[in-house]
């Protein structure tokens, strides 16, 4: 099978390819920066195409011959819809390494379509959401009759700038949790509990991850609230932008943030990226009972590359499984996160 890292010249996708290449796949590499993507296929020794997303016909000819692509550039807000329109007419294999809410359900909302068409469509298979995911079902596993899910991690060395353009999107959108099965916008920053590491308190609070929509559908389990670590000068400044949301949803405070975002942020560094980890904790309770777990994971865009091209290499040295949506724990087991490396999890306690 022939497939794809589209996105390739980004930050995260440069380090896909790079540790493809180390495995011994060979991946086509695309995006719609010609130079970038020429100078970056010529130093791994691959093959590359340039195409862009704003024209339906452009990604079809794009992925002609494509078994699976592995769609690594964001925000996914403006192109997971053509890339995934793009696979269902090729019959190409969806995957992201998205972590934005609407881009799940859009992605859900074409699971018939993508029976139809034979392809696997399993968006959020890096960093964003294969830990938590698959943590989430661990805990349904040993409590099936939960009906509160509550996430929290905490991640260490930055972000890319993909990354705080999706964070830059999410300033005017608010949060969002899942009651009694159903979404719900909340306020920035609308609830804050502790989270307990190495016997110290961390402050986090909500936030709109995607697993509020993912972990859903996973477990069915119906109340989910996901938080991240924060201090609290930062919990109480997000809550004052309550007050701008308005004006943050503009298209022209977003292309000014966004471009403070592609001056300032170049991502953590290898250095960093080695020395910096990500802590996740889950608790479910229902029935009068409850089940907690705590797991350590490397660093998110490290985890990011070993858990989206694990999904890679299954694809291709089994069978594919039948067509249709997926969460990650849906595709690969509530316990592929073990095993990759760096990934450590406690006991329920």
């Avoid at 993912?214 to 109340?223: D, L």
């Avoid at 039948?322 to 724990?329: K, L, Q, V």
Wanted: aromatic letters at 8%; a positive charge; one cysteine or more.
């Amino acid at each position: 099978m022939q497939w794809m890292i589209y996105g390739a010249n980004g930050y995260t996708g440069r380090l896909i390819a790079a540790e493809a290449v180390k495995r011994g796949l060979q991946p086509v590499l695309a995006g719609r920066n010609e130079a970038a993507l020429r100078a970056l296929a010529d130093e791994l020794g691959l093959r590359w195409r340039m195409f862009t997303l704003d024209l339906p016909g452009a990604v079809e000819e794009g992925l002609r011959g494509i078994g699976l692509v592995l769609h690594c550039a964001g925000p996914f807000s403006a192109t997971s819809a053509p890339m995934l329109e793009g696979c269902l007419a090729n019959r190409t294999h969806y995957l992201d390494i998205t972590g934005e809410i609407d881009v799940f359900a859009h992605c859900h909302a074409q699971h018939a379509r993508a029976q139809e068409a034979g392809i696997v469509v399993a968006p959020g298979v890096g960093f964003d959401v294969v830990p938590s995911d698959c943590l989430a079902a661990q805990l349904h596993r040993e409590l099936p009759q939960a009906t509160s899910l509550v996430l929290g991690f905490e991640g260490g060395g930055g972000f890319s700038p993909g990354t705080a353009k999706t964070s830059v999107e999410g300033l005017g959108s608010g949060g969002r949790v899942r009651e009694q099965g159903e979404l719900r916008r909340v306020p920035l920053a609308w609830k804050t509990r502790t989270f307990t590491r190495d016997g110290k308190d961390r402050m986090a609070m909500t936030i709109p991850w995607g697993d509020v929509y993912t972990a859903f559908v996973s477990t069915g389990i119906p109340n989910i609230e996901v938080y991240t670590t924060a201090p609290p000068k930062t919990i109480a400044r997000l809550r004052r932008l309550r007050l701008l949301g308005p004006l943050l949803r503009t298209q022209f405070m977003q292309r000014w943030l966004k471009r403070r975002v592609e001056r300032s942020v170049k991502g953590p560094d290898a250095q960093t990226r080695d020395n910096t980890q990500a802590y996740f904790w889950g608790e479910v309770r229902g029935g009068g009972q409850a089940q907690v777990r705590r797991m350590v994971t490397p660093n998110g865009y490290a985890l990011t590359v070993s858990a989206s091209l694990g999904i890679v290499e299954a694809f291709l040295t089994q069978d594919a499984p039948p067509p249709g949506y997926y969460t990650p724990s849906q595709l690969m087991g509530a316990d592929y996160v073990l095993e990759l490396p760096g990934v450590a999890i406690d006991g329920p306690t």
